[in-house]
């Protein structure tokens, strides 16, 4: 499986993005997807997540309310819409994949073996 991001930009607070994460090889209902981030400077840090088989979705307190995942029904295509974007969003986006069976913990990136490009996401102020 590998993962191709895109859709990042420069945007003012408040504004919205959306970012896609495009899958190609044998990914399965039985995966988990999601997003972690890093800003510099900084660790990184859980976004979100989704549990294809059931499509149960998993936030980080920072983000819940105003960003959306999902993907759609192929299941080969994962998108996170960003809304009411802030400066503190600011950062390098990575999307993420893995068996759902092994990904215990959605919120630890070293559960997940398959990393895409990033893609920088700037938000002025």
């Known amino acids: 499986v590998q993962l191709q991001a895109s859709g990042g930009g420069l945007v003012q607070a408040g504004g919205s993005l959306r970012l896609s994460c495009a899958a190609s090889?044998?990914?399965?209902?039985?995966?988990?997807m999601g997003w972690f981030r890093q800003a510099p400077g900084k660790e990184r840090e859980f976004v979100a997540a989704i549990r294809l088989s059931t499509s149960a979705t998993y936030y980080s307190d920072s983000v819940k309310g105003r960003f959306t995942i999902s993907t759609n029904n192929a299941k080969k295509l994962m998108s996170l819409q960003m809304n009411s974007l802030q400066p503190e969003d600011t950062a390098v986006y990575y999307c993420?994949?893995?068996?759902?069976?092994?990904?215990?913990?959605?919120?630890?990136?070293?559960?997940?073996?398959?990393w895409g490009q990033g893609t920088q996401v700037t938000v002025s102020s």
């Open positions: 993420v994949a893995r068996a759902a069976w092994i990904v215990t913990d959605y919120r630890n990136s070293k559960q997940y073996g398959i």
């Open positions: 090889g044998d990914i399965t209902r039985n995966y988990a």
